[in-house]
Each structure stands twice: as structure tokens, then as C-alpha cells.
T-cell receptor
């Protein structure tokens, strides 16, 4: 375990469903991130939270809605997704935003049917 | 557009050989990092090299950085079958609010 825990590990959802991905870290890190990893594409940064404040929204469609209730927890709420949203969603944390390595969770493999 | 690009996209070697992967990037950076990803899992941070450093070592890993050429290399010496994974470089551009951007990765296969 890396110290960043993501649940669920796998998720299959219909296009009309609403679901949430959860990320939790107890490393004392202040920054948390959502990345999307699709086949044959580089990791895409989606959202960044620093000290619970969203500092980056990388032109992500509104059907993805992040929530950061505290510096240890990060959620990604999903609704009316499209099949092309199927991907591995990775959460990461770092001590701060800047010259720090990221600690990643194992990811949630999402399939939209 | 993609900030970092790894070369080669795929590499297959025999156990015991050295593996070299390269990364090129476009803009000036604060630091460059290398990560490893086993299939379908999260990424694991390997090493961070700052823009004022030229070389760093960690165990069997050696990373170089040439800011004049905007390139970095990752050398894995005496490779093992367990080194089979994808390896990504990530850059921290100094005009991007310190957000890491990742390259497409090199898929390394080490045959026993």
C-alpha cells in the first residue's frame, strides 16, 4: 500500500447512473490530484486541490464533479458519463504543490456501458 | 500539447542488461521526475532531479538531466524481470503553477 487508498478498485456504470470515486490519504499531504489514464494516451490532469481549495480545473466536463471536504479526502462525483470516459482514474497526493514527488493510489478502473 | 515524450515507446531486453529510456520536453522546468507503473496499477515515484542538477543515483537507477537539450535519461542497471513495467517522465514546468505533466511512457519488458 502506498498510503493513498482509492475505492472502488473497479466500477461499471450505465450512462444514466450517478456514482462517486473516493480517495483517502493519511500521509499529512496538503495537495491532492485527480488524473485520468486512457489507453494509449498520457496521463491527463483533471483537478488539483491545495489545502482543500481547488486550484486547477483542466477543462474537465461538468459531468465530473470533484469534492474535497478535508485535506485527507478527495471525491470524484460522476453523472451521465459517456463510454469514452471509461479509463483508469488515479488519485495522487503530495506534500505541497511544487517540487515534491507524488504518491499515487492504485486507481479505479471505470467502465461506462 | 504533451510536455514530456519518452523514447523509445517500448523496449525489450534480457535480464542482466542495462535499460536506457529518454525523455524530451518543451518548456523550461523546475524539476523532472521519473515514475514506474505496473500494469493497471498506480504510479510509483522513483526519483526527482531539480533543474540545477545534472545527475542523480538511487540504487540501480541513474538519472541525468540536460536542460540545454531539454532532455533526461533513466538508466536501470543490471535489470531484473521484476523491472518489467511502464516508465514515465513528468515535468514541473515553471510557467504552469507547478503542475506535473506526464509523458506517454516507455514500456519495458525484461525477459528472464
Amino acid at each position: 500500500e502506498t498510503g493513498v487508498t482509492q475505492t472502488p478498485r473497479h466500477l461499471v456504470m450505465g450512462m444514466t447512473n450517478k456514482k462517486s470515486l473516493k480517495c483517502e490519504q493519511h500521509l499529512g499531504h496538503n495537495a491532492m490530484y485527480w488524473y485520468k489514464q486512457s489507453a494509449k494516451k498520457p496521463l491527463e490532469l483533471m483537478f488539483v486541490y491545495n489545502f482543500k481549495e481547488q486550484t486547477e480545473n483542466n477543462s474537465v466536463p461538468s459531468r465530473f464533479s470533484p469534492e474535497c471536504p478535508n485535506s485527507s479526502h478527495l471525491f470524484l462525483h460522476l453523472h451521465t458519463l459517456q463510454p469514452e470516459d471509461s479509463a483508469l482514474y488515479l488519485c495522487a497526493s503530495s506534500q505541497g504543490v511544487g517540487a515534491y514527488g507524488y504518491t499515487f493510489g492504485s486507481g479505479t478502473r471505470l467502465t461506462v456501458v | 500539447s504533451q510536455q514530456g515524450e519518452e523514447d523509445p515507446q517500448a523496449l525489450s531486453i534480457q535480464e542482466g542488461e542495462n535499460a536506457t529510456m529518454n525523455c524530451s520536453y518543451k518548456t523550461s522546468i523546475n524539476n523532472l521526475q521519473w515514475y514506474r507503473q505496473n500494469s493497471g496499477r498506480g504510479l510509483v515515484h522513483l526519483i526527482l532531479i531539480r533543474s540545477n542538477e545534472r545527475e542523480k543515483h538511487s540504487g540501480r537507477l541513474r538519472v541525468t538531466l540536460d536542460t540545454s537539450k531539454k532532455s533526461s535519461s533513466l538508466l536501470i542497471t543490471a535489470s531484473r524481470a521484476a523491472d518489467t513495467a511502464s516508465y514515465f517522465c513528468a515535468t514541473d514546468p515553471n510557467n504552469a503553477g507547478n503542475m506535473l505533466t506526464f509523458g506517454g511512457g516507455t514500456r519495458l519488458m525484461v525477459k528472464p
